[in-house]
């Protein structure tokens, strides 16, 4: 087979191009060696760019999240600042209380730097995440374990009305888990009962976890997962609904809001896809 030296010198000047991670498609659905040789220069050529084009992401989120956590942390540090400063000269009663706002400030910034870097690794596909056959009442009673505290401060209690076998990663879930259950309590009056719920359809497995508040209006229901814009609470930093978010669509999965009202508390559905 007799192959121009022009169409070599246009092959490996494409093939150049692909390296400078310019797009560069040799085909030409013709039969013979050469043919077949061009399909595997683009096949080639064509996963590097994709898996250049992955890192970019990659950086372009991990860029994101160090931002964010850059700019979080810059109150509580401040205040933590003044407060040191403030108590070398403060009674006794004075610095008691410095210390303890301080703790608090810690336990925020802790929260906040572990619970991005959760979410950059599900985002970036670092992760791997497990799918195994787990019941809801055992994902409740791993999520329970982290905020039994929480909930005996409020004096709430927490009902599961069905149990059901699903198909998910333990952990992540169980975490997802922990911060609806997180919201839920917030949301919810003291001395009430949080419902836990869940079934199945043709298309997906569900979990759903029922507040005891006034419901919210739609329109809230959009800036719910955007982070930092969704939290008015004492103990929050807005972080904790888009992480779950993260681990659901991590596996295929999702997260519906009824906005309930009337009486009726916020439902955030977690779904599960078969």
Known sequence: MWISKKELTSLSEGIRRALDGQPFDPRDHREGALSM????IYTLTHAGQEQRNVLVKEKALL????????????????????????????????????LLNMKKEIRHMEWLVTALLKMAKLDSSVTNLKRE?????????EALKSIEI?????????????DLSLYCDKKWTAEAMINLLKNASECSVENREIMVDC????LYGWISVTDAGEGMKKEQIAGLF??????????????????ALSIMRAQN???EVLPGGNGAGATFLMKFYK
């Open 37 to 40: 040789l061009k399909n595997d």
């Open 150 to 162: 929480i909930l005996d401060i409020r004096n709430q209690t927490i009902r599961l009305e069905h």
């Open 133 to 141: 056959e787990i019941t809801v009442s055992s994902l409740l009673g």
């Open 63 to 98: 860029t994101e999240y160090l931002s964010d956590i850059s700019h979080q942390l810059k109150t509580p540090i401040s205040s933590i600042l003044l407060m040191t400063e403030l108590m070398v000269d403060a009674p006794e009663k004075t610095q008691q209380e410095f």
């Open 253 to 255: 999965g999702d997260i």
């Open 226 to 243: 955007h982070r930092f814009e969704s939290s008015k609470k004492e103990n929050g930093y807005g972080i904790g609904l888009p992480l």
């Open 199 to 202: 079934g199945e359809n043709p």
